[in-house]
């Protein structure tokens, strides 16, 4: 009888000092090493446990692409409130902008097809969409409406082949048609037409830059040339609704009809 007391003693012993281990385990991975244990979780599917690990890494850490893995994993879980809560983490970070430069630079060195690469190639562009999108799911309309407004004007006056600016108005076509069709930040023009225009500033890149044999140069094409159709659509919806400018929709159809036709070529 005491050889079994002595045995069953050993055995809860044992299994206590296991149990005690892998807390001490759990502990030090948890808040210790908490970055590798959020990529461990990550890579067994844990996502929504991972997604908090990374944000505390990043609290704790400072490294901005922990605060990137974390936005994106809530962005996939759907978690709306913290996707906003992580945006704002994310874009008052000081290595903000030199982080999204070093992703879209990253992407066009990945050896994948153009079309691929075409949509990895604006990075603020995902990010913001998200932070909308996010924004909407929580009855902030008119937030999201602003902030789409406030960065369409700010990144699309000027555009280039590599920055051609951050557009979410689409977002908001089958939501405040009106909308469109007034002025705002002291422009003389109504939002509708400055997106008219931008339409027609990036024709002429897409134009000017189409003919090539840079992969690199070929992807940006594209990525352009999805965005004026997208753009396109968006203008065309909202001349409709407002029973306006028939003349410039079917211009625009012109437009998007050839721009299509082009992208097959470029990504054959």
Do not use: H, P, W
Not at 64 to 72: D, H, T
Not at 87 to 102: K, M, N, T
Not at 126 to 152: G, H, P, Q, R, T
Not at 241 to 251: G, K, P
Request: net charge negative.
């Amino acid at each position: 009888m005491e050889y079994k007391n002595a045995i069953l003693k050993t055995m809860l012993i044992t299994f206590a000092s296991l149990i005690g281990a892998l807390i001490l385990v759990f502990l030090l991975m948890n808040f210790v090493f908490t970055a590798t244990f959020a990529n461990l979780m990550y890579d067994i599917g844990c996502d929504k446990f991972a997604s908090n690990l990374y944000e505390r890494a990043y609290k704790k850490d400072g490294d901005i692409l922990l605060c990137y893995k974390a936005f994106n994993l809530k962005v996939k879980l759907g978690n709306s409130k913290e996707t906003i809560e992580l945006y704002d983490l994310l874009v008052q970070d000081e290595e903000y902008e030199d982080f999204v430069a070093q992703c879209n630079a990253r992407n066009e060195k990945l050896d994948i097809s153009v079309l691929e690469k075409s949509t990895m190639l604006n990075e603020e562009n995902y990010l913001f969409n998200c932070y909308v999108k996010a924004l909407k799911k929580e009855n902030n309309n008119d937030k999201a409406f602003e902030y789409s407004i406030e960065k369409f004007l700010d990144t699309c006056d000027t555009v280039e082949l590599k920055e051609f600016g951050i557009y979410s108005l689409g977002n908001f076509v089958d939501v405040d048609v009106a909308g469109f069709d007034k002025e705002y930040s002291n422009s003389s023009k109504t939002l509708l037409e400055e997106m008219q225009e931008y339409f027609e500033e990036m024709q002429l890149i897409f134009d000017e830059n189409k003919v090539t044999d840079n992969v690199v140069v070929k992807a940006y094409v594209v990525a352009i040339g999805n965005r004026i159709i997208e753009l396109g659509q968006d203008i065309n919806a909202v001349y409709r609704a407002l029973e306006m400018e028939e003349s410039l929709i079917e211009y625009n159809i012109n437009v998007m009809k050839s721009i299509n036709d082009s992208i097959k070529g470029l990504i054959v």
